[in-house]
């Protein structure tokens, strides 16, 4: 795992400024690698490659990059790791290609020798961003893995090309200009996330998941046009696994998914450093961990973050679960005091607005984790994979029993949910929850009865999905006029009119697949866990698995209103039904009830009405009536104002234009 950047100019070039440019790119990502630090400038074209390394396979000199081919043709960048580079080496030494040393960069560059870029590019099996330039043809390759777990950001200038591994290597070019992009704003408050390919500065894109670009040089010797090709697609996946659906027995697929999973975790612990998992207690990472013990000589190291407020904490549950399996377990009971810490630094760690407050404690177990190895296998991909959300089953029953009536009646109905404030749904739920039915004991009651009545007050099945991953829907109140008056419409939309799935729970997954998974989980993912310089593997992402998995019938994933039906029958063999048997808790944080405490003054810094002013997005009065009614507890704004508040962040630290 490591951190890339580069650069491609105009002539005339400076050679000294070009690599004290590519030099301070590489340094603003230096938390990525921390093991090593490469600069490489090819004077006659006007392109620079940066790298910094994490030592994760091949520890010796002969990993460091940038990394030539044997020829001397291609010179490479690389972040990631490529699981069947074994597999690949062999038969690329069987070709006559003769290897120097023993690292996965290695066997890409043999990989483009022998196969070229595209051929190359559908055999690789991992998680990767990179760039390779060609020294023959003078042409720059740019490409992301398939699902998107590693970053790649472009920015397109006037006669300059710039890349990395995340925005502030952008940032660090003197040319950069830093300007924001209006549209990112809004999309931002719907989602809490800017959705790719847009980024928060303008004539910036992030590279999308699958994507492979080639840059020519033009006819003044830069970068010419950008011409971006996808090599594989989730939403084709998808689409051809729902036409050739398995129809073997439940024991036959339950064993075809087993050993591709079995697999997958096999090819992610191979690692010339200490390696362990993060083990929540929950069905995904309990699997990832059992599988992992069942293929290990010694007992796997697991690590949990704890929180001593009630309904949030899973600590006692991941270490009941390790202690079945016998692992070396370690846990950590999180503050307000140590979360506060962090928080400031979050601007620092995600380099645009990103608010899924679920990135503290994934900072948090990070860290934990980086105290003792330098890789770690997740569970994250299980939920979007194997039907994981409660709103796939919810939503489309609710759907089902409501959609039929006229819009008025649902209308109204909403209004009733809606008049009842979420603090009041959850003392009734809490106050009744000896004598529910366990799967009605849910945290956080009143935001998923509000979520229920979103999807009454909707016009279509797909509008209702929009509606649920929605924070802020009334953007134009909050947002000034000059960002909230924009074209809204975005990626997703156009997605939904493509689909062709007919059931609304499939619809759902997949346009979790390409939206929520590459630009939330995995963003969150790799942040954090970069930020301590900590490499996340996750096996349920293994492309080849979820191949397989969207040919599976519904039924495999969420049966009589059982999420992740198929996993829970594969972890039974493994651990005892009673220790997994609870409601989905989520890694999430009481940060409602320390925007009232510990968080309260940073908080109201950020929120007042001269920061708010002075920073230019929001509205002031709407934003201190959402404040204030939050603070005296009349209503719970927890999510909606940890989108501005990150919003806020980031403009007070990067002093975007």
């Known amino acids: 795992m490591c951190g890339i950047t580069g650069l491609w100019t105009r002539p005339p070039f400076n050679a000294e400024a070009m690599r004290a440019q590519v030099k301070a790119m590489s340094d603003e990502v230096a938390h990525r690698g921390p093991d090593d630090a490469g600069a490489w400038l090819d004077e006659r074209a006007g392109i620079a490659l940066g790298h910094r390394r994490l030592a994760i396979i091949d520890l010796s000199p002969a990993g460091h990059q940038p990394m030539f081919s044997a020829d001397g043709r291609w010179a490479i960048v690389f972040n990631g790791e490529i699981y069947n580079f074994l597999d690949l080496r062999a038969e690329l030494t069987n070709a006559g290609y003769a290897f120097c040393g023993a690292s996965d960069t290695e066997v890409i560059l043999a990989a483009f020798s022998v196969w070229g870029v595209e051929r190359a590019l559908a055999r690789l099996s991992g998680m990767f961003a990179f760039a390779v330039w060609d020294r023959e043809t003078r042409r720059l390759y740019l490409a992301r893995d398939r699902v998107g777990k590693k970053p790649l950001y472009v920015f397109r200038g006037d006669g300059v090309l710039l890349f990395g591994s995340e925005l502030k290597a952008l940032c660090a070019h003197p040319v950069f200009p830093r300007k924001i992009e209006s549209r990112a704003i809004a999309l931002f408050l719907r989602y809490s996330y800017i959705p790719a390919p847009l980024t928060i500065y303008r004539d910036t894109f992030k590279l999308m998941p699958g994507q492979f670009a080639v840059v020519a040089e033009d006819a003044y010797g830069g970068p010419g046009a950008l011409n971006q090709q996808t090599y594989w697609d989730a939403f084709t996946v998808a689409h051809e696994g729902a036409a050739d659906l398995i129809v073997e027995d439940e024991r036959a697929v339950l064993a075809r998914v087993e050993n591709w999973l079995c697999r997958a975790v096999r090819e992610r612990m191979i690692s010339d450093v200490p390696l362990g998992a993060l083990l929540s207690g929950g069905i995904d990472s309990s699997l990832v961990t059992a599988l992992m013990q ?178 802020w829907e009334d953007i134009d109140g909050v947002l000034l006029p000059e960002f909230a008056d924009v074209d809204h419409a975005d990626g997703l939309v156009d997605l939904q009119s493509r689909m062709r799935l007919s059931d609304l729970s499939d619809r759902m997954m997949l346009a979790d697949l390409k939206t929520y998974l590459p630009e939330d989980i995995l963003v969150k993912v790799d942040r954090a866990s970069m930020a301590v310089s900590l490499e996340m593997r996750a096996p349920l992402l293994d492309h080849r698995l979820l191949e397989l998995v969207w040919r599976l019938p519904l039924r495999y994933k969420v049966r009589g209103g059982t999420t992740k039906w198929l996993l829970r029958q594969m972890l039974d063999q493994y651990v005892p039904r009673a220790l997994i048997a609870r409601p989905k808790t989520g890694f999430g944080l009481p940060i409602g009830e320390w925007m009232r405490g510990s968080l309260r003054e940073w908080a109201e810094d950020l929120l007042s009405e001269s920061r708010l002013r002075q920073v230019g997005f929001l509205n002031p009065p709407v934003v201190r009536r959402y404040w204030d009614e939050h603070l005296t507890g009349k209503r719970n704004w927890q999510y909606r104002l940890w989108t501005l508040l990150m919003l806020q962040a980031w403009q007070v630290r990067w002093r975007a234009s």
């Open 294 to 471: 069942a293929q290990s000589a010694r007992p796997v190291k697991t690590f949990t973050i704890g929180f001593q407020e009630a309904g949030f904490n899973e600590a006692e549950y991941a270490r009941a679960v390790a202690k079945h399996l016998g692992t070396d377990h370690t846990e950590l009971y999180v503050t307000p005091r140590e979360t506060l810490a962090v928080i400031p630094a979050l601007p620092d760690i995600y380099d645009e607005p990103f608010a899924d407050s679920s990135q503290v404690p994934t900072w948090a177990v990070s860290k934990l984790a980086r105290t003792q190895v330098t890789v770690a296998l997740s569970g994250d991909g299980g939920d979007e994979l194997f039907g994981g959300y409660h709103r796939y089953s919810w939503a489309r029953q609710l759907w089902r029993a409501a959609g039929w009536a006229p819009m008025p009646v649902r209308h109204r109905l909403a209004q009733m949910i809606t008049r009842v404030p979420q603090e009041t749904w959850d003392r009734t739920l809490q106050t009744l929850a000896p004598v529910l039915p366990p799967g009605l004991r849910v945290r956080l009651a009143g935001d998923k009865a509000h979520k229920a009545a979103r999807i009454l007050d909707s016009a279509s099945a797909d509008a209702l999905y929009r509606r649920l991953v929605s924070g």
